[in-house]
């Protein structure tokens, strides 16, 4: 009887990510080149040296979702393989709303570090 | 910008998925598919077996369904399927107490119901406009005697004179209605309704022909006798059967030469009242010329307010009355305009209007009872719930889905009291047609009651806006209530109590609210139901027991007059020898009949100083066998039949025409009569008691009879008054009616009760209606009022214990228990009370002669909600009584 519905996306790798972070690399990733989903989880993988991995699991429901907002649209197009698959791109909604992210980001990140960097007496 | 292209964004991705759902899916699918087998190629490169890389591959993906199934919960889809289960799930709750959804689903059934079958009624007599062009550009006028309802007609002068010197009208269009008798070789001899128009009827209005063409400026030439004839649609398909061949068809009217039908009227179009719908016209030029039967209907010019064509057209119509030969009538009458988008005003619509707004307004209140009380029940439902929902809002459920589930449930009631709603109003629509019908038949005016009950999307938007505003008003406070306590306290607390003290105070309130509206009710109750008895027991003037009225029909007797006079004498001294009838009288009208031939009356020698007067021609016995005391002078006698006209007056017409002076022996001049010409003086012979006329609400208007001997007319209303039960001798008087006066049939044969009471239908109506509702209404308050105590009883069961433990008696307890209800009864009162002022104001403004007493209304309903309440806290009180103190203290 009791149902409920977690919206909160769990990593099962290394590091947990809290879901507007997990946006915010999605629509980097695709800023720097529109590509498909595995393309896209690969890509981030690579660029952070391993530490960020995105399970597949978790990945096209982000996806879809940051679809649904408005912020990515997708397009059909055929692999280098030959196959078809779906292309994502950054609208310009998605572009500002990484401006925004990103710079809420830096403060953030910014403002931890400062704490943790305190020295302790 | 921005904001414009993001929702741009959002609503194609939404779109696309609504339409192309199918397509979407499967979309999903290749995309995930691709994933899957690019990933399980990379394994395999890396040296995996093809099965281990497809195995690998599907864990670190997670399932392909899985995958799926979140994604779609990102879907509209999803939403939907988060419905189906709300209500799934809502419908299993309500399975689980069955006895509270039926009494529910009940109330919700009669509430919606009733207002439903009201609404209907009204919208089809009201509300409906008429299938012209431009409806709302439409207007009537009317011209008002004083002390009369305002009447559509004119003479054909007064219609020139508006015609001609007007400058709001873009048109002004002339009809009068009549009954046809049409016969043609291929149609049976049959009377059918309709009138006789100016020749800009059809094109003014912009109704189109739906075969041939319609009467139009050219058949309307003076002098010029144009004989054709329009039918309206359905004539066409019930009588010929749609057949092509109508256009040059010939009939005969009345006993006229034939006339050509040139065209139908398009389809749906009846005339300019949905009640009284007409299947024939004619052009004016073949109609009546005289009198002050046509009707006006006027199209305000673009830019013209109805405000603007009253100020000129009253100007207008002074000229009328001030010409040389306006009769005394028509200088005292006042010009009205009213809007006619909705059909011209009929007798019917002016007798049921106000009534219909009054049940409106109580059905209305009834409904928000209704509401306060169901809200009551659930509150109380989710009180004991509370547990349950904080368990699951600490398992994780979600405050907005606790709320949508609850919210459900109330929907899921609603939709099925408004199915069970549907039900009733159906009865309840036929229901009171039927009851209307029942009521005085308008003379001369055909009724469709059909008209009144057509089905129509304003009725089912109507039902469905009340639907789910009644479900938001009792589910929404459940709802609210569901999402408040999400924490760890109200685990303890709410296992035993259920309840937090604002949900206390809300729960009170719902029942002086229905207290309230209650004595509303009942109140409005009260005033309806003491005049209808007021009007019951009203003295008319005359007996109304023992008395059986018998309408002939004298049209077409071929009998001559004087012929006819004879037989009729002959007849009542035959009915006089039966056993069981005490006297027997002709006359032309029966009192409480309709509206009868009136005249302007006075004093020979004072034509200055006349006076309206209703007339009434009477045979010998007259004011004998209607009971109606004579007050000086003597009634009619055989002798009269040769002498110079004579007459007898009421009280009412001889102060208005002689004063305080005796009329006996003086002269009276009769002019404007009722289908005669000239003047008549006659010599004043007796005084009578004023008599009630055409109704019961008006006072007796001042009223002249004369001797049907000396008149032209045949009496066609026979009165008998009996000693027995006037039904037991309706067979004989038939039987000797029929052996005297062979060719004239009988009408119709009713009692005098039976015959007001049927001048009453509107009055009664009410009164019944507003007596039920008041009385379900003050139910279901007590009711809820029953279930605050119960409850407060049982919540201060420990409290009780404590007092009773100090030294309270039993009387104390239940003194308590009484004092809570009177006092929740007493905020109820004033609250109550101001509101039913008011209610009671509106009512007397809306229905006619309804006596002021407001304050005896509201002490009665006070009244009875205070025994109510005292019969509520009853139980419960004793309940307390009986609690054993050391009972009462253990409970925590």
């Not at chain 1, 940051?66 to 990515?72: F, S």
């Amino acid at each position: 009887m009791i149902d409920s519905v977690t919206e909160d996306i769990s990593l099962s790798k290394p590091s947990d990510l809290v879901q507007g972070t997990l946006d915010m690399l999605l629509l980097k990733g695709l800023a720097l080149q529109p590509m498909n989903g595995l393309a896209l989880s690969e890509r981030l993988r690579q660029i952070s040296g391993d530490v960020l991995q995105v399970s597949d699991g978790s990945l096209y429901p982000a996806l879809h979702k940051l679809e649904q907002e408005g912020w990515i649209t997708a397009e059909w197009k055929v692999s280098e393989k030959g196959r078809r698959a779906k292309y994502y791109s950054l609208t310009r909604m998605g572009r500002r709303h990484l401006e925004r992210e990103t710079d809420n980001w830096g403060r953030l990140s910014g403002a931890i570090s400062r704490v943790v960097k305190l020295k302790e007496t | 910008m921005m904001r414009l292209e993001r929702w741009f964004n959002k609503s194609s991705f939404w779109l696309r998925l609504l339409f192309h759902r199918r397509e979407a899916d499967q979309a999903l699918d290749e995309e995930i598919q691709f994933h899957l087998n690019e990933k399980t190629e990379q394994y395999i490169e890396k040296g995996m077996t093809p099965v281990e890389a497809r195995r690998a591959a599907s864990i670190e993906l997670g399932g392909v369904e899985q995958v799926k199934e979140q994604v779609r919960t990102v879907f509209v889809g999803a939403w939907l399927e988060i419905f189906t289960q709300d209500v799934r799930f809502g419908l299993r709750l309500l399975r689980k107490s069955p006895g509270f959804t039926a009494v529910a689903v009940l109330i919700l059934g009669l509430g919606i119901g009733a207002n439903t079958a009201v609404f209907s009624i009204i919208n089809g007599l009201m509300l409906h406009t008429l299938p012209v062009q431009d409806p709302a550009q439409l207007v009537e006028l009317l011209h008002q005697y004083p002390g009369e309802p305002a009447f559509n007609g004119f003479s054909w002068n007064a219609y020139q004179i508006l015609r001609d010197g007007n400058h709001v009208f873009s048109d002004l269009i002339v009809g009068s209605v009549n009954f046809f008798k049409v016969r043609a070789d291929t149609l049976q001899p049959q009377t059918v309704f309709g009138g006789n128009v100016g020749g800009n009827f059809f094109q003014a209005l912009g109704v189109r022909a739906s075969a041939g063409r319609l009467i139009g400026p050219e058949d309307v030439q003076i002098g010029h006798h144009a004989p054709v004839a329009v039918v309206s649609w359905s004539f066409w398909r019930s009588r010929f059967n749609l057949d092509p061949g109508i256009v040059g068809r010939k009939i005969v009217i009345g006993d006229n030469d034939a006339v050509t039908i040139i065209g139908v009227a398009e389809r749906g179009f009846y005339g300019l009242s949905d009640e009284a719908q007409q299947d024939i016209w004619l052009p004016i030029s073949l109609g009546p010329s005289s009198g002050w039967g046509f009707g006006l209907l006027g199209r305000l010019k673009p830019g013209v307010s109805i405000q603007q064509a009253r100020a000129e057209m009253a100007v207008l119509f002074q000229t009328i009355a001030n010409l040389p030969d306006a009769g005394p009538f028509v200088t005292k009458m006042k010009l009205r305009i009213e809007p006619a988008g909705h059909g011209v005003s009929t007798p019917l619509r002016a007798m049921l209007s106000s009534p219909l707004l009054v049940l409106m307004v109580v059905v209305g209140l009834l409904l928000l009872l209704a509401c306060a009380n169901l809200a009551g029940l659930l509150l109380a439902r989710a009180a004991s719930r509370q547990h349950e929902m904080a368990v699951r809002a600490c398992l994780g459920a979600k405050r907005g889905r606790l709320i949508r589930q609850t919210l459900t449930e109330s929907l899921l009631l609603s939709m099925m009291g408004t199915a069970l709603a549907m039900l009733f109003a159906y009865v309840g629509i036929h229901g009171l047609i039927r009851i209307f019908a029942s009521g005085r038949q308008m003379i001369g005016v055909p009724v469709h009651w059909e008209a009144l009950s057509k089905p129509d999307w304003h009725v089912l938007l109507f039902t469905g806006v009340i639907a789910i505003m009644t479900a938001l008003l009792f589910g929404l406070v459940p709802a609210i209530q569901a999402c408040r306590p999400v924490s760890a306290q109200p685990l303890q607390e709410t296992a035993r109590t259920g309840e937090s003290r604002s949900q206390r105070r809300f729960g009170k309130s719902l029942v002086v609210s229905q207290v309230a509206l209650s004595v509303v009710l009942l109140s409005s109750a009260a005033l309806f139901v003491g005049y209808l008895l007021e009007l019951r027991n009203l003295d008319p003037g005359f007996r109304r027991d023992h008395l059986l009225l018998v309408t002939l029909d004298t049209a077409h007797s071929g009998y001559q007059t004087a012929e006819y006079a004879r037989l009729s004498e002959q007849l009542v001294a035959r009915l006089e020898t039966i056993p069981g009838i005490e006297s027997a009288t002709v006359s032309s009208m029966s009192p409480m009949q309709g509206p009868g031939a009136s005249a302007s009356a006075f004093e020979t020698g004072h034509p200055d100083n006349a006076h309206s007067v209703s007339i009434n021609n009477i045979g010998p016995r007259y004011f004998e066998t209607y009971g109606t005391p004579l007050l000086s002078g003597r009634y009619f006698s055989a002798e009269d039949k040769d002498k110079p006209p004579v007459a007898i007056m009421n009280q009412a017409a001889a102060r208005n025409c002689f004063g305080d002076e005796n009329p006996i022996g003086k002269h009276l001049t009769l002019s404007h009569i009722t289908l005669t010409k000239g003047e008549i003086t006659y010599e004043v012979v007796g005084l009578v008691e004023d008599a009630k006329y055409n109704d019961l609400q008006q006072p007796a208007p001042p009223t002249i009879y004369r001797y049907l001997a000396q008149q032209t007319f045949s009496g066609s209303q026979l009165a008998v008054r009996t000693r027995i039960a006037p039904d037991a001798v309706a067979a004989a008087v038939r039987e000797v009616e029929f052996s005297v006066l062979k060719t004239v049939p009988i009408v119709r044969s009713i009692t005098m009760n039976e015959q007001i009471n049927a001048s009453i239908v509107p009055e009664r109506l009410i009164a019944t209606l507003s007596g039920w509702f008041g009385t379900l209404g003050a139910l279901l308050a007590a009711i809820g009022l029953y279930g605050l105590l119960a409850y407060t009883v049982t919540r201060r069961t420990h409290e009780i214990g404590v007092r009773m433990a100090l030294g309270a008696t039993r009387s104390d307890v239940m003194a308590m228990v009484l004092r809570d209800a009177l006092w929740t009864v007493c905020a109820g009162l004033v609250l109550g009370a101001p509101l039913a002022f008011w209610a009671n104001s509106v009512a007397v403004s809306l229905v006619h002669g309804l006596p002021v007493k407001s304050p005896v209304s509201i002490v009665f309903g006070g009244a009875v909600m205070i025994v109510l309440a005292l019969v509520a806290a009853y139980i419960p009180a004793r309940r307390a009584m009986g609690f054993d103190p050391m009972m009462a203290l253990r409970c925590e």
